[in-house]
């Protein structure tokens, strides 16, 4: 089968479209089987990889409990090929603490690499991402 190479591209941003609304919702930790794969690999800044859901929410969830985050797509570029797509993504996050309202800002930078499911749809293997700011 020949790839569709703008119909996929569609499919990606949606992807995108989605997490970043679970995000900006404070829906992630509790929705990361939708988007992202059984074994999906975190690679956060200055940190140990997190591999697997279950370690990727714990490591979520804490801050999801004491603010809430908006991300703002700066820049997006989706590139596929065949059963592979890879995401850039330039962000500004705001992370707002619930107790005191205090808003902390960020820049980021993100690579994400997808793969196309046994149905046709796209989920996340990869996530790897760092800040502009220092």
């Known amino acids: 089968m020949t790839p569709d ?4 591209e ?8 989605t997490y970043l609304n679970y995000n900006n919702t404070g829906q992630t930790p509790w929705k990361l089987n939708e988007v992202y794969v059984k074994k ?4 956060p800044p200055n940190l140990e990889p997190i591999r697997g859901l279950k370690a990727i929410k714990e490591w979520m969830e804490p801050n999801y409990g004491i ?6 797509v700066i ?4 590139k596929t090929d065949l059963d592979t797509a890879y995401v850039y993504l330039s962000a500004k996050d705001t992370f707002t603490l619930k107790d ?3 808003a902390i800002e960020s820049e ?3 690579i994400w690499i997808l793969n196309r499911m046994d149905d046709g749809s796209w989920k996340g293997t ?5 800040s502009n700011l220092p």
Request: hydrophobic share 40%.
């Open 5 to 8: 190479r703008e119909k996929d």
């Open 10 to 17: 569609a499919a990606v941003k949606k992807w995108v479209e």
């Open 40 to 43: 999906m690999v975190f690679l």
């Open 67 to 72: 603010g809430k985050l908006k991300s703002e």
């Open 75 to 78: 820049e997006m570029e989706i």
């Open 100 to 102: 005191t309202g205090e």
């Open 108 to 110: 980021n930078k993100c």
């Open 126 to 130: 990869h996530c790897m991402w760092n």
